[in-house]
């Protein structure tokens, strides 16, 4: 009998320590790196980013971006300044670009977001974009990575780190047929 109440009293003793082990670590780790966190790729964020991807692939034109700010910003490469303001100019993009390409793909797909210790949530996207221009007729793959900023569950900053060339290259098709 003394030897279980000795077990039951150690067990006891080593897991509180345990746990205010944990806690003490777990406070520590906050206070000292800030841009640590979690990440996962089960939340609403990452649910609602997989949504827009397929609205964008499908060119679904009822696409509302319920999940983006009102005053939400938009930054290619080459730029440090938002290249666009405002949930409809991001609109506007949106379906203008769509309409670029056939048979438009993101390969290899890999969205997750991350919750900071910081306070701050960003959704990061990986993927290989592959597409037929509509006015090029060249087929195109573009390795993607963007970053996107949520301020009160909303897009507030989208940040996009690939080589535009391609996409530019389409524009410039684009021009030249509708000047034909």
């Known amino acids: 009998m003394k030897k279980l109440m000795m077990m039951v009293v150690v067990a006891a003793a080593l897991f509180a320590c345990g746990q205010q082990k944990t806690e003490a670590v ?14 996962t790729t089960l939340d609403e964020k990452t649910k609602s980013i997989h949504a827009q ?11 509302k971006g319920d999940e983006l700010a009102e005053n939400i910003q938009v930054y290619y490469p080459s730029d440090t300044t938002a290249d666009l303001v405002g949930k ?12 670029l390409w ?7 797909l890999r969205v997750t977001t991350l919750t900071l210790n ?3 949530v960003w959704t ?18 573009i390795p993607v ?18 080589d535009t060339k391609l996409i530019m290259d389409e524009l410039a098709a684009k021009a030249a047929a509708e000047k034909k």
Request: hydrophobic letters at 35%.
């Open 145 to 162: 990575h963007e970053a996107i900023l949520w301020v009160n569950d909303k897009e507030a900053k989208e940040i996009h780190f690939y």
């Open 53 to 63: 991807i397929k609205a964008y692939q499908t060119k679904d034109s009822t696409f």
């Open 118 to 120: 910081n306070g701050e």
């Open 88 to 99: 409809k100019a991001y609109l506007a993009d949106f379906f203008s670009n769509q309409n």
């Open 102 to 108: 056939e048979n438009s793909n993101f390969g290899s």
């Open 124 to 141: 990061n996207i990986w993927a290989i974009f592959t597409a037929k221009g509509k006015y090029s007729g060249k087929d195109i793959l």
């Open 26 to 39: 777990k406070t520590d780790a906050a206070e000292t790196d800030s841009l640590g966190g979690t990440m």
